[in-house]
C-alpha cells in the first residue's frame, strides 16, 4: 500500500515537473499578455512537485520505519536490529533514496526562489524543474521498449528478481515454479545497512552533500536565465549570494565526508583521492573560480564569459559525478561507489542533455533553439548506438556541447577591449580562478581513467602511486593560489598604488615570513620519502599556504578596519589557508607509530630480507612497545545486538605517565562478510592526535586461555619437553649491535635459536630474541608454533644457561594487529573548514544585505 | 594579444603538459604471464588465490607477512608476497587485484583490492543469517591458517 502511494507520486512527479519546465520556459518566451497565466500554471505544477517529492519521501520512510520487508528497499537497507537513528542513513544508503533526497533539495530551493526572485522566478524554475524531471526519471522504475528507465524505490521483493535464485523460497522448491505464496513468513530480517555506513556521520553528511549538489544547481540556472532573457548581466548580482552558499555548503558537505572518513573508516586519513570524493571536489572548485569571476565582473566588468563557462560547467561536472558514482564504472576503482544498477544509458543522457542546455540557452534565435534540440537528439541516438563502435564518441559529444556553448559566449556576450592592469585585483584574481579552474581539470581527467578506458577499450591502470600523482601537481597549486589568496586582498580594483599596496601588506607579510621560519626551523617538514624536490615544493606550498591565512586575518583589520559583518571573503580566505597549512603539516608529518619492529627485528631466520611492517601484534595482556607508549591489548567487549566488538587498547606514554585507552571497533563477519570491518578510536591533542585501527585479529573459541608461561632453565642443547614432542636449545648468542630499531650502545641482545620437533612428525625452528640493559629487559618476542599450540619466549640469560618460557595450550593466544598513526595539527583542518564556511556565509548576508539596500 | 590571453595559454599549455606527463606514469592491467614478462616493472595483476596451495600468514610471528599462490584465468600461476595484513574478504574473494612488481621468481605487492561476489546480486535470501532457513549459520572467526614447515 506505501508503495503503490509512493509510486503513484513518483509519477505525479515526474509529469509536474515536466509541466513546470514546460509552463515556465512559455512564461519566459511568451507575449506579456499570456506570461501570467503560464507563470501561474508552472508554479502551480512546481508546488505539485514539492508535494509529491515529500509525499514519496513519507512512504520510502514509512516503509523503513516499520521494516516492511516486502518492500526491496526495507530488506535491502535495513535490519531489525538496526538501531532508530540510522533509519535516516538506510534512507540514503540506497541510490533511490539519495536521488530522492536530492529531488528533496532541490524542491526546498525552489520554493525559496520562488518567495524571493520575482524577476527571475520563470527561467530560473523552467531550469530548475527540468532538472527534477530529469532526477524523477531516475527513480521511476518503467519499461520502454525494453529499456529500463529509473529504479523504483518501491519495488517488492518478489518482483526484484533477488528471490529467483533460491529454491527455498519458490514453490517445491522449483526455480521454475512461482514464488511461494508465504514467502515472506520466511524473510524475518533485512541485510542491515553496511555496518560502515553505521555511523552518526552517514546521518549528517549526506543532507548536507546534497543540499550542497542541489545548490549548484541555482547558480548554473541563473546564469542559463542570463543569456536566455538577454539580460546578460543582471543575473550576476542576483546569482552571487546562491553562489556563496553552494561554495558554503558543497565545500562543508565534501569535508564533513573527509572528517568521517577520518574518524569512522579506516582509510587511514580524511583524504585519500578517490574518484567519489575527486567527482564532488572538482565541481566545488569550479564554483569557486565561478564566484571569483562573477565578483571580478560586478566590480570591474572584466571576465562575464568565464563566469558564465565555470557556472555551467559546474553543474554539468556535477552531473557528471552522479554519472561516475552512479553508474558503476568506477567499481575497480573507488571503495564507495555504487554497484551498477543498470542506468548507464539514462546517466549518460542527463549529461549530454545539461551538456547541451547551455548552447541551447545560449543560443540568439528559436530556429538556432530548435537545431541546437534536433542535434542534441540526434547525438544522444547516435551515442546509444555508436558508444561501442566508434572509440571515443561520448567524449566528442560532451566536449561539443562545451565548445559550442563557448563559441555562442563569444558572439553573445562582450567583452572589454581594454586590458586589465596588472596592478589591478582583477588581474591576479582572475589568474587564480584559472589555475584553480585548471587545477580541477587535471584532478578530474586523473579520475575519470576508468572512464577513458572504457571509452577507447584501454587498459590504462593508475600508477605506482596514484596518490602521489595527484599531491604533486596540487601542492604547486596550492604555492599559487596561496600566494594569490594573500597578496590579492590588498590590490584595488582598476589600478592598485604601489606604496599603498607595500604600506598595507608589509605586517603581514613580515609575521607571515617569521611564522613560515618558525614552522620549517622548529617544527621542521622532512617527508623526503619522494625526494628532496618534492619537499621543497611542500616548503614552498607551506609558506605560500602561511601567508595566505596571515595576510588574510590580517587585512580584517588592515584594509576593512575590523568590521567583520563585511570581511565574508577575508574570513573564508583565512580558513581556507588554514585549512591549507593543516593539510599540509597533517600529512608531512603523519607517522606510523606501529612500526613493527619485532616480527623481523630478528636478525636471522627467514623472512630476515624483509621489510618493516607498519602493523603490530598485540597479544593479549602482553605490553608491546610502540613509539613512545607501552601498549596493552586489555580485553574487548561485544555489542549486545551485533557482531561488534570493542577492542579495549591501553597506552602508557614513556615519557610522562599519561595513560590512555582507545576503543577501535570492528565488525566481525558482520552478516555474511566473512572478516573485518574496523572502525578507529583516537586520541586527540590540541596538536595532534593518535589514530589506532585493528587490521585484524584472532581470538580462540571457547574457554579463556589462562595458561602461563612455565619457565625451563636449561644449557645448549639441553632438551625440555612438552606434550607432543621435544624442544632443542640449539644456538645461544649475545650481541652488542642489532639493527633495530632504539638499539642503543648499552643493551645487549640475546638470541636463541629453537628447534621444536613432534614426535613422530616434523620439526619446526623458532628464533627468540631477548634484549637487555644492565640487567632490565626491555623486549622479548614471542614465537608461536600454532599447529602446536606452543608459544616460546626467552626469559633469562647467564652465562650458558638459559630460560626458556613455555606456554602451551589448545587454542593459542588471542591477539589483534593494530595499526597507529600520529596525525599531528589535524585540528587545523577542521578548524580552517570552519572559518571558509562562516567565511562564505557572512559574504553571503552581506551581498544579499547590499541588493536590499540597491532595491529600496 | 593581452597579458592575460598569453597567461592562458602558458597555463593551459602547463594544464596539458602535466596530463600527458600524467599518462606516463599510468601502468596496466595484466596477466600473470605479463606480470612475469616485464619483471621489475609496476603492473596491476589480475588473479585469484589459488586454494590448493597453502597460504602463509601468521600474525604473531609477523602480521605483516602474506604469502600465496595467485592463479589467473589462463591458469598460469605465480607466487604472492605481501607486506601488510590479510586483506578483510580474502577468502571470499573471487577476484583480487594486486598492485606490484614482479621480482626474483615472486610477485611483491603494495596494495591488494579484494572482489567479493556482490552481497545484493546473487545472494539467495533464504540463506541470509537471521533467516530461519538458516539456522546452521555459525559466527566462527575465520582461523588464520598457518603452514609453517
Known sequence: ?856 | MKKIHIILLVLTAAAIAVLVSFLQTTTTYDTVAIAKSKPGKFVHLMAKWDKSEPMEYDAIKNPNYLAFTAIDTLGDKVKVIYHSPKPENFELSERLVMKGKYEEGQFVCQSIQTKCPSKYKDQDPSKHPGNKKDSAYNNTVARVSTVKQ
Open chain 1, 1 to 856: 500500500m506505501p508503495g503503490q502511494v509512493g509510486h503513484l507520486f513518483i509519477l505525479v512527479s515526474l509529469i509536474a515537473s515536466l509541466t513546470a519546465a514546460f509552463a515556465y520556459f512559455k512564461a519566459v518566451q511568451a507575449t506579456p499578455d499570456a506570461k501570467a497565466g503560464w507563470l501561474k500554471l508552472g508554479r502551480m505544477a512546481f508546488l505539485t512537485e514539492v508535494a509529491s517529492v515529500l509525499i514519496i519521501f513519507a512512504a520510502l520512510l514509512h516503509i523503513l520505519y516499520h521494516h516492511l520487508f516486502e518492500y526491496k528497499y526495507a530488506w535491502q537497507h535495513t535490519s531489525l536490529s538496526l538501531e532508530f537513528k540510522y533509519i535516516m542513513s538506510a534512507f540514503w544508503e540506497g541510490q533511490e533514496g539519495s536521488t530522492l533526497l536530492w529531488a528533496f533539495w532541490h524542491c526546498v530551493l525552489g520554493v525559496i526562489i520562488i518567495k524571493r526572485e520575482k524577476k527571475w522566478e520563470a527561467p530560473v524554475m523552467s531550469v530548475v524543474s527540468f532538472a527534477q524531471f530529469f532526477l524523477a526519471t531516475m527513480i521511476v522504475g518503467i519499461y520502454i521498449f525494453d529499456v529500463k528507465i529509473g529504479s523504483n524505490p518501491f519495488i517488492l521483493l518478489r518482483d526484484s528478481g533477488v528471490l529467483n535464485e533460491a529454491p527455498a523460497m519458490h514453490v517445491n522448491f522449483d526455480l521454475s515454479q512461482p514464488i511461494r505464496p508465504d514467502y515472506l513468513s520466511m524473510i524475518t530480517d533485512g541485510n542491515d545497512l553496511n555496518p560502515l555506513l553505521q555511523n552518526y556521520w552517514m546521518v549528517i553528511h549526506p543532507p548536507i552533500l546534497f543540499l550542497g549538489f542541489a545548490s549548484t544547481l541555482i547558480p548554473f540556472a541563473f546564469a542559463m536565465a542570463g543569456i536566455w532573457t538577454k539580460d546578460i548581466k543582471g543575473w550576476v548580482t542576483r546569482a552571487i549570494p546562491w553562489t556563496l552558499f553552494s561554495v558554503a555548503f558543497l565545500g562543508l558537505g565534501i569535508m564533513m565526508g573527509a572528517k568521517w572518513a577520518y574518524e569512522s573508516l579506516n582509510f587511514g586519513g580524511y583524504w585519500a583521492w578517490d574518484p567519489v570524493e575527486n567527482a564532488s571536489l572538482v565541481p566545488w572548485m569550479i564554483m569557486v573560480s565561478g564566484l571569483h569571476t562573477m565578483l571580478i565582473f560586478k566590480h570591474s566588468g572584466y571576465s562575464l564569459r568565464s563566469s558564465f563557462l565555470f557556472l555551467a560547467l559546474s553543474f554539468v561536472f556535477i552531473v557528471y559525478s552522479t554519472f561516475l558514482t552512479k553508474s558503476g564504472v568506477l567499481g575497480d576503482s573507488s571503495v564507495h561507489a555504487f554497484a551498477d544498477i543498470g542506468m548507464n544509458g539514462q546517466l549518460f543522457l542527463f549529461l549530454i542533455v545539461f551538456v547541451w542546455l547551455p548552447p541551447f540557452f545560449a543560443a540568439s534565435t528559436n530556429q538556432q533553439r530548435l537545431i541546437i534540440t534536433g542535434v542534441t537528439a540526434v547525438l544522444s541516438l547516435a551515442t546509444y548506438f555508436l558508444a561501442e563502435k566508434l572509440p571515443g564518441f561520448p567524449l566528442y559529444v560532451i566536449l561539443g556541447g562545451v565548445i559550442t556553448f563557448i563559441v555562442l559566449l563569444n558572439k553573445r556576450v562582450p567583452s572589454i577591449k581594454k586590458e586589465e592592469n596588472v596592478s589591478s585585483r582583477e588581474f591576479w584574481m582572475f589568474i587564480g580562478s584559472l589555475v584553480f579552474f585548471l587545477a580541477a581539470m587535471i584532478i578530474i581527467f586523473q579520475t575519470s581513467l576508468p572512464v577513458f578506458n572504457k571509452l577507447f577499450n584501454s587498459n590504462k591502470a593508475p600508477g605506482e602511486n596514484d596518490e602521489f600523482n595527484y599531491n604533486k601537481i596540487q601542492v604547486l597549486v596550492a604555492f599559487v593560489i596561496g600566494i594569490l589568496t594573500a597578496i590579492t586582498q590588498y590590490l584595488k580594483y582598476k589600478a592598485t598604488d604601489t606604496r599603498f599596496f607595500w604600506n598595507k601588506i608589509l605586517v603581514p607579510t613580515i609575521i607571515s615570513a617569521l611564522v613560515a621560519t618558525f614552522i620549517l626551523v622548529v617544527v621542521k617538514i622532512n617527508y623526503d620519502v619522494h625526494g628532496m624536490g618534492f619537499l621543497i615544493n611542500i616548503w614552498l606550498a607551506l609558506v605560500a599556504t602561511v601567508y595566505a591565512t596571515i595576510a588574510n586575518a590580517a587585512y580584517i583589520w588592515v584594509g576593512l578596519n575590523g568590521k567583520l559583518k563585511n570581511s565574508g571573503g577575508s574570513i573564508a580566505h583565512f580558513g581556507f589557508g588554514l585549512m591549507l597549512v593543516g593539510m599540509i603539516l597533517s600529512s608531512s608529518k603523519k607517522e606510523i607509530l606501529s612500526w613493527n619492529t619485532s616480527g623481523i627485528a630478528v636478525p636471522f631466520g627467514e623472512d630476515s630480507k624483509e621489510k618493516t611492517g607498519e602493523n603490530l601484534t598485540l597479544v593479549k595482556g602482553v605490553p608491546m612497545q610502540m613509539n613512545n607508549y607501552m601498549v596493552t591489548y586489555v580485553g574487548d567487549s561485544a555489542h549486545p545486538k551485533k557482531q561488534q566488538t570493542y577492542f579495549k587498547v591501553h597506552f602508557k606514554s614513556k615519557k610522562n605517565n599519561e595513560e590512555f585507552t582507545l576503543l577501535p571497533d570492528a565488525f566481525v563477519n558482520y552478516k555474511g562478510n566473512e572478516g573485518l570491518m574496523a572502525n578507529p578510536s583516537s586520541k586527540h591533542y590540541w596538536n595532534h592526535d593518535v589514530f589506532t585501527y585493528v587490521s585484524s585479529f584472532y581470538k580462540p573459541d571457547g574457554k579463556s586461555d589462562t595458561v602461563s608461561f612455565k619457565p625451563n632453565t636449561v644449557h645448549l642443547n639441553d632438551t625440555v619437553f612438552y606434550s607432543k614432542g621435544y624442544i632443542i636449545v640449539e644456538k645461544l648468542a649475545a650481541k652488542d649491535n642489532l639493527p633495530v630499531a632504539g638499539f642503543s650502545k648499552t643493551d645487549t641482545g640475546y638470541t636463541a635459536s629453537v628447534k621444536v620437533q613432534q614426535l613422530n612428525g616434523p620439526s619446526y625452528s623458532a628464533d627468540l630474541l631477548m634484549i637487555r640493559n644492565q640487567g632490565n629487559t626491555l623486549y622479548q618476542n614471542l614465537d608461536t608454533i600454532t599447529s602446536q599450540g606452543l608459544v616460546l619466549r626467552l626469559d633469562d640469560v647467564g652465562g650458558s644457561k638459559i630460560t626458556l618460557g613455555v606456554k602451551e595450550s589448545d587454542d593459542v593466544l588471542e591477539y589483534l594487529t593494530l595499526k597507529a598513526y600520529k596525525f599531528p595539527y589535524i585540528n587545523l583542518v577542521w578548524g580552517g573548514v570552519v572559518f571558509l564556511v562562516i567565511g562564505s556565509v557572512v559574504s553571503m548576508f552581506r551581498r544579499i544585505r547590499l541588493q536590499r539596500l540597491k532595491a529600496a
